[in-house]
């Protein structure tokens, strides 16, 4: 009996040194995993992978981040699905950043009084941060609440307010989620970007051919100062353009550019600098006053002489006008009909002469992006160049079902009373937007006498280039209206809303990272590359596989433990039986 009672003692001691040597691994391993933390990103898209881009600059942070992210509380699944995202991705952020990084979560209204909500409200639209309004539905019913899916970002003494919710006409609800989900890595990592930089970047808006300026491009050129340093430049002055300017915009000029302005805007592009072209070419400027009034006009060629200069560059833009079945509608009165309060009755017809354009290329430009509203686009040729590589990336085009009419055009009010068919769509896909890189030859090219050229380089030191020294790149966009925005009595709207349906398009962010592709040398633009693919469980199935699916995912993993626990006290009490 005392040799069995010692052998006990001996086992009981040997269990627990066991046990304390388990505790002591067990801790050491916590320990090493707190100072090297790796995790296998196992999905098919990296949807867990930060880009190289957004590594490196976590990596070279030299102060301390703070994102307020207002999403605490009670929410629908979707946006609880995108509250997880964020913390995932301000999580992985920390992984390459360290304690550079500080997130938290925050409510906002929490706590608050309904004036205090109110003045709140006010004070965050005006920071340009906006509420959503979303159905909580419980047992006892539905209710509204106003929810703000954005994270306020701190950095270097300077804040930046970043919209977390994709929320663009042409999506649903799941893809507006989902798209929302796959740009934070994107959004998040641009905002401390522009935060870090010591100065913003400088666009330069050009005039003195006729270009718009006035109300419908009060969207954009505010939107542009808040972001950038905007100066408008007249062409005329001075003689160039300054290569301070990372970037230039060229927007719906109406007059032609003889060769000395040609010239200079050649040369600007030989040494780097970038242009978003956005040219219409043909006059359509007062289209709507006109359709109203006189229910028709006749499009005609503005002959802005610019051909030569991007033929050279590797496109041509077409005086012609796309229509396409895939459009926007406008209002007409419908004759003879009223109202209820004895007003003309408004009907709503589709006009082939405002495309709707779905993104489709895997470009970061325009990768997750919603619908983009044009109104009288031309179509763009893409032109080989046999002597130099370029690259064309057709950024927008129109649909399936499209055609081309050359100028001169004539645009009636009277062609909505035929209806449209699809056979005589037969010219799909017309290039509307283009990016243009490569090494750019200059327009000028053994054109200019010997004498100007000595005149140059000698007197005014400014000697000519033929060639840019380095890859350079341009946007060409065909329609001017893209980033034009309407007017109501209430002041001008937003780029991209059409006030007649209500839908809200996704021009300005088109318009945002067409210049962001211009001018940041940072790669992060790669990150809007990321697709996040909607897998989507069968509705059919899971209501008919429901109990089914409830046994393996819950009861199934019972029934291991207790088989596991009843083999492991079966096993032990057999290993003292024979021991005894």
Sequence with gaps: ???????????????????????????????????????????????????????????????????????????????????????????????????????????????????????????????????????????????????????????????????????????????????????????????????????????????????????????????????????????????????????????????????????????????????????????????????????????????????????????RINNNLVEDMQCEQIPTLQEGYTNSNGQPQIEMHDWIFFPVLLPTADHPIVNNMGAILSKFASSIDTLADTSIHIRKTILLQSSKYSRTEASPVRVSMGMLRYPVREDMFRSPYKPVAVLVEGTFKSAFQNRLPPAFLRLLQDSIKKPFKEICDTSNNMIVIADADIIANDINSNGPLEMGYWKYSQAAYANKSFFLNCLEYLTDRSGLLEARSKDLKLRLLDGGRVKAEKLQWRIINIGLPILLVLIFASGFIFFRKRRYENAG
Excluded at 92 to 116: D, Q, T
Aim: glycine share 6%; net charge negative; proline share 2%.
């Design 1 to 315: 009996m005392a040799d069995t009672s010692t052998k006990r003692k001996q086992q009981q001691k040997q269990a627990l040194l066991r046990l304390l040597i388990m505790a002591a691994i067990l801790l050491c391993l916590n320990v090493l995993a707190s100072y090297f933390n790796y995790s296998l990103d196992l999905t098919q898209e990296k949807r867990f992978t930060l880009s190289p881009a957004t590594k490196h600059m976590l990596g070279n942070m030299k102060d301390v981040v703070v994102v307020d992210v207002y999403l605490k509380g009670e929410f629908p699944a979707g946006f609880k699905k995108l509250q997880e995202a964020t913390r995932e991705r301000l999580q992985s952020f920390k992984e390459y950043a360290g304690n550079h990084i500080v997130y938290r979560f925050i409510n906002p209204l929490e706590g608050k009084s309904a004036a205090e909500k109110d003045i709140l409200a006010q004070e965050m639209i005006k920071a340009g941060i906006s509420g959503v309004k979303v159905e909580m539905g419980n047992e006892e019913g539905s209710s509204e609440k106003i929810i703000f899916p954005w994270a306020l970002v701190h950095y270097y003494g300077k804040e930046m307010a970043v919209n977390l919710l994709e929320n663009h006409f042409g999506m649903s609800a799941q893809a507006k989620l989902n798209a929302s989900e796959a740009l934070l890595e994107y959004k998040l990592a641009n905002a401390i970007n522009k935060l870090a930089q010591p100065d913003k970047k400088h666009i330069a808006y050009l005039m003195g051919n006729g270009e718009s300026l006035g109300y419908n491009t009060y969207d954009a050129l505010t939107t542009v100062e808040h972001i950038y340093h905007l100066d408008t430049i007249d062409i005329h002055n001075g003689i160039d353009i300054p290569i301070v300017y990372d970037a230039i915009i060229i927007n719906r000029p109406r007059t032609a550019f003889d060769d000395r302005e040609k010239y200079k805007i050649d040369q600007y592009v030989m040494h780097g600098g970038h242009i978003l072209w956005s040219i219409d070419a043909l006059n359509t400027g007062m289209a709507m006053d006109s359709l109203m009034n006189s229910q028709q006009f006749i499009a005609m060629d503005y002959g802005l002489n610019l051909d030569d200069l991007l033929f050279k560059y590797g496109v």
